[in-house]
């Protein structure tokens, strides 16, 4: 079992080498970045695009993360 799990995760994983994301490639606004991504997300049929992991750092940089399942955009 143990290793049919190990050959699952190698061959459903999907690799983002090629995507990296630096500070030019986002949008000022926060909000409108997140809409973009949310909505090719909702284009790319994600199982559920209402769930994912919100994260930020505050003024000394310490990372604060949580998951969540957005119910609406205000």
């Not at 079992?1 to 459903?12: C, T, V």
């Not at 999907?14 to 994301?21: D, E, G, H, W």
């Not at 030019?24 to 284009?43: G, L, P, T």
């Not at 790319?44 to 209402?50: E, M, T, Y």
């Amino acid at each position: 079992m143990k290793e049919e799990i190990k050959d699952i995760i190698q061959h459903s994983r999907r690799q983002f080498m090629n995507a990296p994301l630096t500070e030019n490639d986002v949008k000022e606004n926060a909000i409108d970045q997140f809409s973009e991504w949310f909505e090719n997300a909702v284009k790319s049929d994600i199982k559920d695009p209402f769930a994912f992991t919100l994260a930020n750092a505050d003024a000394q940089g310490s990372p604060s993360a949580r998951v969540v399942y957005m119910r609406n955009l205000t």
